[in-house]
């Protein structure tokens, strides 16, 4: 069986961190990039971050850069999303998907309907 699942969200008051963290199973974790993207009340689904398998190569919505950083550990199956300086905008659920990238060199895929595989979301709240 194929899952993704995050874990990490919680409350946190603005300047504050959490680490998100992505664990997949039940297909290559190897060959897929992965993004995460994050959904507030009312708005689409936009992608914040993203890492590609094979060489790593990492991609920041601006509004991210410089506070969130994506990491993934594939011994582990593991993908990581440092969040720190925390803001208010940034309270949404977080989802975690993994899209098959194989060995080509991606930037990002910023279209959720082309990922693969989705994880439950976790919800993250920043109070200021």
């Known amino acids: 069986e194929v899952q993704l699942v995050e874990s990490g969200g919680g409350l946190v008051q603005a300047g504050g961190s959490l680490r998100l963290s992505c664990v997949g199973s039940g297909f290559a974790f190897d060959d897929y990039g992965v993004g995460w993207f994050r959904q507030a009340p009312g708005k689409e689904r936009e992608e914040v971050a993203y890492?590609?398998?094979?060489?790593?190569?990492?991609y920041y919505v601006d509004s991210v850069k410089g506070r969130f950083t994506i990491s993934r550990d594939n011994a582990k199956n593991t993908v990581f999303l440092q969040m720190n300086s925390l803001k208010s905008e940034d309270t949404a659920v977080y989802y975690c998907?993994?899209?098959?990238?194989?060995?080509?060199?991606?930037?990002?895929?910023?279209?959720?309907?082309?990922?693969?595989?989705w994880g439950q979301g976790t919800q993250v709240t920043v109070s200021s």
């Open positions: 890492i590609n398998s094979g060489d790593g190569r990492t």
């Open positions: 998907a993994a899209v098959y990238v194989g060995i080509f060199s991606i930037v990002t895929i910023e279209d959720p309907n082309e990922y693969d595989y």
